[in-house]
């Protein structure tokens, strides 16, 4: 197992390939700005602003993965607003919130059904109080 966001797990073996790309972390500081008589302000760091991430997953039948499902599942998380690990090597990066899904259906069969599905993710820190 490569790692997982809630229920949904990257993994690679023989018979399925379900992993993510482009993955982005961005971390910001937060500064309060304070002005100075005839000179030039003066920052103060008050805190930590809330991570974001950002990567891509290719949903795709030929890779042994269930595009459908999958969309399914990733719809039920970011439709029930819960916030989950993600975990990456066995490290938790923390607690995040799905905020916005990009898909793309790349290819449908004549029958309707979903082959592939590119999507982009965009998870959000989740704090809670006394975390």
Do not use: C
Request: charged fraction near 30%.
């Amino acid at each position: 197992m490569i790692g997982s966001f809630g229920e949904i797990v990257f993994e690679t073996s023989r018979k399925k390939i379900h992993t993510f790309d482009e993955f982005q972390r961005k971390r910001k500081a937060i500064f309060a700005e304070h002005a100075v008589l005839d000179d030039k302000p003066r920052l103060q760091h008050i805190g930590n602003g809330l991570d974001e991430i950002t990567f891509s997953i290719r949903l795709d039948i030929s890779l042994g993965v269930d595009p459908k499902g999958q969309l399914e599942k990733i719809h039920e998380i970011q439709e029930a607003g819960e916030a989950k690990k993600l975990i990456i090597g066995g490290d938790v990066f923390g607690t995040f919130v799905l905020e916005e899904i990009e898909e793309s259906w790349a290819v449908i069969d004549n029958k309707g059904r979903l082959i592939n599905a590119d999507l982009n993710l965009n998870l959000k820190e989740f704090v809670s109080d006394g975390s």
